[in-house]
């Protein structure tokens, strides 16, 4: 068995070039608040960046499941068990409010891309309101969320390297809290709203309006960051298949 400081070191520079090489048949479905149960762990490791545990799920892994241990620290848990959809895979899960599941799969479906990091990922070629474009994503995907900033980052730079200025606005899966700082993806998982912020545009959110986007405006100084927008704005949308 290799040496855990060596998959630790491996997991590293991976992350480094992407946890998921270009052209890779994989992509992770994410089941979010739960862990692997301790019978089905074959192995764990503790890393700088939750995205060196995806790297590390390679050849006979089929999942690995991801928490935060401290500030700069995760731990991966790895299982070579098959886990296909949550009612089959109750057995290799557990309830976890801080951790997620990645479950490694095969391919994209037809008209999804994949994209490193993130996943497959449709682009709409309509424009719809926020309502309507969340109930419009292909069967099996909803809204794109993003797990961690690694993600977001990642759709991000797709989006630049791939459509640039093209695009300029897409619907993603994210909604107002209660909390007026907080602001919660779909599948779950929170985001802040104050400034300054890896995830938002300079200017927002501004209180004005509820629906989020991805904005691409060189001049304000948004590269595919979050803006809120009015709901009945008819935008392209960005799916993410679960």
Known sequence: MMDLR???????????????????????KTFTGTEIATTAISTTVVVE???????????????????????????????GQSITDTSTGTDLLVRAPDSRVFYKRQGCRPNFS??????????????????AAAASCPSGSQLFTASF?????????????????????????????????????LGGGTIPS??????????????????PAMHYSLSAGYLYHLADLACGDNLKFLCKQN
């Open 114 to 131: 994949l994209v490193d990091n993130v996943g497959c990922i449709y682009l709409s070629t309509v424009k719809l309101n926020f309502t």
């Open 149 to 185: 900033l690694i993600d977001f980052d990642a759709m991000r730079n797709y989006l630049l390297k791939n459509y640039l200025s093209s695009l300029e606005t897409a619907w993603v899966g994210l909604s107002r809290t209660s909390n007026p700082k907080t602001w919660e993806w």
């Open 194 to 211: 104050i400034q300054p912020s890896p995830y938002w545009g300079k200017y927002d959110p501004d209180g004005a309006t509820d629906c």
């Open 6 to 28: 060596l998959l630790s070191a491996l997991g590293a520079l991976l992350c480094v070039c992407c946890s998921i090489e270009d052209g890779s048949a994989f992509t992770f």
């Open 49 to 79: 960046r939750p995205c060196e545990c995806r790297a590390l799920c390679r050849d006979a892994c089929a999942a690995v499941a991801i928490r935060r241990q401290s500030r700069s620290r995760y731990r991966c848990s790895f299982t």
